[in-house]
């Protein structure tokens, strides 16, 4: 028997003018049969052969085998476009001919065409593949991330009041705290974080940096190089607005005093009412 929404290796048992039907076996029930049409077989298939196919449902709601891969199968996440918005709910590009229906009633927020958004895959009580953005009990907690873990992501969602929400790994929960981000990130955008935290829930707080005493001494390099540059002074301090520090350094205010904090202590370093200044 096929798996709706899975990809799966099936067996050619008959070919036909409109493509081949396909079973779990040579010998299994005719009536479990899905057909992969023409244009997706490969002329030199015979009856025996074995094809991974995704299984999906064509317009007539029929089950139906492909060669192309989806972005998503079902139990999965990802980040997909919307393409259509219509009376019964919005369409995303999956990678396949059929696209995938988000239902009204499965839709968070507002729905614009060519709009990007994080779905999970499921089968409905009607058996469609259907997407959903309700997607909480679809990401996973597994243990297999761990702290300092370097991990690649795609920014999902933005919130300036937060920050960025990344997919971690296809199935992971992360955040991006947003005194980490410079600018207005994009969604779709992929990014390479390390693990600054693993939650109990198995969120994962994520940061751009690297473990706080490799980072420091990178960090307080940098101030230093930038203030001998500048002629040894800088109108910067631990006093001075997030936003200027980012753009002078581009570093967290916090990451900015732990570094200027070193620097003094070092005695590199004065810090004035209105800067900081190199010592001689």
Do not use: C
Request: without cysteine.
């Amino acid at each position: 028997m096929y798996k709706l929404g899975k990809t799966q290796t099936l067996i050619i048992k008959r070919i036909t003018s409109i493509g081949a039907f396909l079973g779990e076996t040579i010998d299994s029930d005719d009536k479990d049969d899905v057909l992969i049409p023409k244009k997706y077989l490969r002329k030199n298939k015979e009856v025996g052969d074995s094809l991974e196919v995704f299984i999906y449902k064509d317009n007539q709601n029929r089950p139906i085998a492909t060669s192309k891969k989806p972005k998503a199968e079902v139990g999965d996440l990802a980040i997909l476009q919307v393409v259509d918005t219509t009376k019964i709910g919005a369409f995303l590009d999956w990678g396949l001919d059929k696209d995938l229906l988000l239902p009204f009633e499965e839709q968070v927020g507002q729905i614009k065409k060519y709009d990007y958004h994080l779905v999970g895959v499921y089968i409905d009580k009607s058996e469609r593949l259907t997407a959903t953005m309700k997607v909480d009990d679809y990401f996973a907690n597994d243990g297999k991330i761990k702290e300092d873990d370097w991990v690649d992501g795609i920014i999902y969602a933005y919130d300036s009041a937060y920050g960025a929400f990344i997919l971690v790994e296809g199935k992971y929960n992360g955040m991006l705290h947003q005194d980490e981000i410079a600018g207005v990130p994009k969604v779709g955008d992929s990014i390479r974080l390390r693990v600054k935290k693993v939650k109990e829930d198995g969120k994962l707080d994520l940061t751009y940096n690297n473990r706080a005493h490799v980072e420091l001494n990178k960090d307080a390099n940098l101030i230093y190089k930038t203030l001998a540059d500048n002629g040894g002074y800088l109108k910067v301090n631990d006093k001075s607005d997030p936003k200027l520090i980012k753009s002078v350094f581009n570093m967290s205010k916090s990451q900015f005093k732990r570094s200027i904090g070193r620097l003094y202590k070092q005695r590199k370093i004065n810090i004035t009412k209105d800067g900081i200044k190199l010592l001689k």
